[in-house]
């Protein structure tokens, strides 16, 4: 069974037929040849998929508002149609949409450390083009995906590929942090039953598994944020805020959700040995922490000093480019470098 929630499927024929249709239209309103087979059913043949976009933008300033579906096919015959708007964002994102489809990533993992003694504690999972060369900006992917009606399908195929980079790679008892949108998650009993199997399928120790919620501050609807939180932690899985800031970090809201573990926006880790304000943050947020047993973890380490500070006020665990960048393959943290040796006691 698939969900309609998941993404239209949809091929990009570089030739074929266009088609536009409106059942309560008297008629089309270009100047261009359109053969009009039916009532409300035009077509017309293109050559190029990059010239049907240009026709597509001069029709959809005309029709947009005018309930017209659109479809295309490498045959005389129109398949499903959509409406204009989503079909525009379709074709104009088709290499994103396709990368999104045919599951074009796949994740690169960044190291996590438990302050404690520096050793490695997990690694989050990064997207990444299936290349792995070219750097995608998950914002910027997640944003095109809603405009077509990926999200979902993209949020999924993300988790799973986080899930299936551990093996042969992430030895067990060492974490995964994996990020996922709450609104491409409608109903959680059914929209996440697909990761449940691919966990089970692969062996994974569910309790490895840290499902990170990002974008914190731009939650609307707590409610179901709790409730998807409710069905990782009751399948034995561990979730995570990420991003907190001043603005959602409040008592009310933590004990609310109840999370593992709540990540620090990198813009209070930024200098956060000198900055008076960013320590006052961080205390705040590790006060509140402590009184709720939840652990804390600084993104977005790139000093040593900010690494220090963050141990001394007693912060669990660490990420950043000084302890480790994201890699195709499963690194130590800190690399060859004598950092650990040196500071470890």
Same mark, same amino acid.
């Not at 261009?32 to 990059?50: A, M, W």
């Not at 008892?173 to 949108?181: A, D, E, T, V």
């Not at 973890?297 to 960048?325: N, S």
């Given at each position: 069974?698939?969900?309609?929630?998941?993404?239209?499927?949809? +091929?990009?024929?570089?030739?074929?037929?266009?088609?536009?249709?409106?059942?309560?239209?008297?008629?089309?309103?270009?100047?261009?040849?359109?053969?009009?087979?039916?009532?409300?059913?035009?077509? !017309?043949?293109?050559?190029?998929?990059? +010239?049907?976009?240009?026709?597509?933008?001069?029709?959809?300033?005309?029709?947009?508002?005018?309930?017209?579906?659109?479809?295309?096919?490498? %045959? *005389?015959?129109? +398949?499903?149609?959509?409406?204009?708007?989503?079909?525009?964002?379709?074709?104009?994102?088709?290499?994103?949409?396709?990368?999104?489809?045919?599951?074009?990533?796949?994740?690169?993992?960044?190291?996590?450390?438990?302050?404690?003694?520096?050793?490695?504690?997990?690694?989050?999972?990064?997207?990444? *083009?299936?290349?792995?060369?070219?750097?995608?900006?998950? &914002?910027?992917?997640?944003?095109?995906?809603?405009?077509?009606?990926?999200?979902?399908?993209?949020?999924?195929?993300?988790?799973?590929?986080?899930?299936?980079?551990?093996?042969?790679?992430?030895?067990?008892?060492?974490?995964?942090?994996?990020?996922?949108?709450?609104?491409?998650?409608?109903?959680? +009993?059914?929209?996440?039953?697909?990761?449940?199997?691919?966990?089970?399928?692969? &062996?994974?120790?569910?309790?490895?598994?840290?499902?990170?919620?990002?974008?914190?501050?731009?939650?609307?609807?707590?409610?179901?944020?709790?409730?998807?939180?409710?069905?990782?932690?009751?399948? &034995?899985?561990?979730?995570?805020? %990420?991003?907190?800031?001043?603005?959602?970090?409040?008592?009310?809201?933590?004990?609310?959700?109840?999370? %593992?573990?709540?990540?620090?926006?990198?813009?209070?880790?930024?200098?956060?040995?000198?900055?008076?304000?960013?320590?006052? !943050?961080?205390?705040?947020?590790?006060?509140?922490?402590?009184?709720?047993?939840?652990?804390?973890?600084?993104?977005?380490?790139?000093?040593?000093?900010?690494?220090?500070?963050?141990?001394?006020?007693?912060?669990?665990?660490?990420?950043?480019?000084?302890? &480790?960048?994201?890699?195709?393959?499963?690194?130590?943290?800190?690399?060859?470098?004598?950092?650990?040796?040196?500071?470890?006691?």
């Amino acid at each position: 069974m698939e969900c309609a929630n998941c993404g239209v499927t949809m +091929e990009y024929h570089e030739k074929g037929y266009f088609f536009l249709y409106n059942d309560h239209h008297k008629g089309f309103p270009l100047k261009r040849d359109f053969h009009q087979s039916e009532k409300g059913l035009y077509s !017309f043949t293109y050559e190029n998929i990059d +010239e049907l976009y240009v026709e597509l933008v001069e029709i959809e300033e005309i029709i947009a508002d005018e309930g017209w579906e659109f479809s295309i096919n490498c %045959d *005389p015959y129109p +398949e499903s149609f959509i409406p204009s708007g989503k079909f525009l964002n379709l074709i104009k994102y088709r290499q994103m949409v396709e990368m999104i489809q045919n599951g074009g990533f796949t994740s690169h993992l960044q190291p996590i450390i438990d302050l404690k003694d520096f050793s490695l504690f997990g690694y989050e999972s990064l997207l990444r *083009p299936g290349n792995g060369r070219e750097r995608i900006n998950p &914002g910027e992917l997640f944003e095109v995906a809603s405009l077509t009606g990926f999200h979902s399908m993209l949020d999924q195929k993300a988790r799973k590929s986080a899930i299936e980079c551990r093996e042969n790679q992430v030895q067990p008892g060492i974490k995964s942090f994996i990020n996922f949108l709450p609104s491409t998650i409608y109903n959680p +009993e059914f929209c996440l039953r697909h990761t449940f199997t691919i966990v089970n399928e692969l &062996g994974v120790n569910p309790s490895d598994l840290v499902f990170e919620v990002v974008e914190t501050e731009k939650i609307e609807d707590v409610e179901h944020l709790r409730s998807v939180l409710e069905v990782y932690k009751r399948e &034995g899985m561990k979730v995570a805020l %990420d991003d907190v800031g001043s603005g959602f970090a409040t008592v009310e809201m933590l004990t609310l959700l109840q999370p %593992d573990y709540v990540k620090i926006d990198r813009s209070f880790i930024d200098h956060c040995d000198l900055n008076p304000d960013n320590q006052k !943050f961080l205390r705040k947020v590790m006060k509140i922490a402590g009184e709720l047993d939840i652990l804390v973890l600084a993104e977005g380490i790139e000093r040593k000093e900010e690494l220090l500070f963050c141990k001394d006020i007693g912060i669990h665990y660490a990420q950043g480019y000084f302890i &480790g960048k994201p890699s195709q393959e499963a690194i130590e943290p800190f690399g060859n470098s004598q950092f650990v040796q040196g500071n470890a006691t």
